[in-house]
């Protein structure tokens, strides 16, 4: 399976500042699978118009997903935003590759989350999975995240082969670095996108505040994580000129990093600690002006609300996504009148509350999408 840089289906296409945020461009059929088995869906990558992180416009593309048989429950089949951790700076880190068996070995956060697309799937509901980070793996590009998202719902819905229902309730869910993404653009949706009949959101070990989980990153196991994080912020972000905050190493692991999934740089690098990367003593670790930087990809510190009912459920002890800032997040939604439910474990890890929350979060979601009253704990 080509990568997508080798794929001439991810080519943009000339003349897209005319087009409308959401207009789908180009479509091809796809048969989806999750480690080597056949989801049993009809799919399609669909590529559409968006706005990247820096304003311009630009193609992305999300895999639409509708299942096999006739919807059962009442009223349209409903639609889910389903948001991957990408967690990288790679085109093969794009939930779409994985779909489509284009894993070739790679460590993959979209890889391992196709196992999540299937238990949506198998609840029948149809699901657009965006490649929201965009053509130029923007992570941490939080305003690309917003229109990524966003416009990939708009461009499911005006996908005639999905035949989503206009009426269609739609959900969004994300685990880790897909609920930041879906955080984010839920926090936007009512300014940018409040046409779409959005019923619920889930969150799941939810990444509130950067820079608390790059801390957290740093001296463990997977330490090397860190380095894609740097990438990220320096492309994201360049008026932030991050390098120079670097020492010697740190900038030749960034340069040797720039397509690297969050494992492949954990692999390369473990028990790395940040402070080594740095050009003197707290000029990462410590520095007022880059936290400034972190917080624009914070969901605790960006401005807005969903205005729709939202499930937190997260393991106490999470090591990668510290509660505290999940709490005051919860906090910040219920001070704004959403309906706030929270579900915290205390059993488990980050690693483990994706799929202990699983339960939690299908039978969430089927509540919102059949218009039963949300419960909250605000």
Known sequence: MPAPEHDSFYAEPAGLAGAADGTVLASRVIEPESFGSPLAADAWQVQYKTTDNHGAPRAYVATVLVPHGKWAGGGPRPLLSYQVAEDGVGATCAPSYALRGGIAGVP?????????IRFALQQGWAMVVPDYQGPDSDLFGADGYVHGVLDGIRAARAFEPAAVDPEAPIGMWGYSGGA?????????????????????????GTIADLESTMSGFSGSPLG????????GLHRSYPDA?????????????????QNDCLLDAALKYPFLDTAALEARPG??????ALSEVVRRASPLFRPGAPSVPVLIHHAIADEFAPIDPVRALAGKYCAAGAPVRRVENPIGEHGTEA??????????????????PAP???
């Open 355 to 372: 799929m202990l929350g699983l339960p939690t979060v299908l039978s969430y979601l089927a509540d919102r999408f059949s218009a039963k």
């Open 224 to 231: 090397g994580a860190a380095v894609v994080g740097l990438v």
């Open 108 to 116: 993959s956060n979209a890889y391992s989350e196709t196992g999540m």
């Open 283 to 288: 000029s990462i670790t410590n520095n007022p």
């Open 180 to 204: 930041q993404a879906t955080a984010i653009a839920a926090q936007a949706h009512a300014d940018y996108a409040p046409e779409l009949p959005l019923a619920g959101v889930a969150l799941g």
């Open 241 to 257: 000129d991050l390098a120079q905050y670097l020492n010697e190493s740190g900038r030749a692991k960034l340069a040797a990093s």
């Open 376 to 378: 909250s704990d605000c």
